[in-house]
């Protein structure tokens, strides 16, 4: 099984802006959806973005116009560019992806899961 794990987390000022990487062990060609998730402190976890093989990308709401997810499939490497940070977007980050895309309960069902990584935004 291909283990996802992030990097890129870290503190930074309001404003500010971060890359989070995602780095497969192997190929990611075969995912044909992935995405990035967040958990906050006493907070339910959160699907930030998605990004399809065919390159379409959904957000949610309160991120919108922030961040951009995209993926290098030569690389194997799932990004997610965060821009304008603000301190509510301080959670633990992590990738996620499905070799297809399968609906459970009305959300997307993802099989592989990194460990995830901080992303601390101070006010």
């Known amino acids: 099984q291909v283990q996802l794990v992030e990097s890129g987390g870290g503190l930074v000022e309001t404003g500010g802006s971060l890359r989070l990487s995602c780095a497969a062990s192997?190929?990611?060609?075969?995912?044909?959806?992935m995405a990035w998730y967040r958990q906050a402190p006493g907070k339910e976890r959160e699907r930030v973005a998605v990004?399809?093989?065919?390159?379409?990308?959904n957000y949610a709401d309160s991120v919108k116009g922030r961040f951009t997810i995209s993926r290098d499939n030569a690389k194997n490497t799932l990004y997610l560019q965060m821009n304008s940070l603000k301190p509510e977007d301080t959670a633990v980050y992590y990738c996620?992806?499905?070799?297809?895309?399968?609906?459970?309960?009305?959300?997307?069902?993802?099989?592989?899961w990194g460990q995830g990584t901080q992303v601390t935004v101070s006010s």
């Open positions: 996620a992806a499905n070799s297809v895309i399968q609906i459970v309960a009305g959300n997307p069902y993802f099989g592989s």
């Open positions: 192997g190929s990611i060609f075969s995912f044909n959806i």
């Open positions: 990004i399809t093989s065919d390159g379409d990308t």
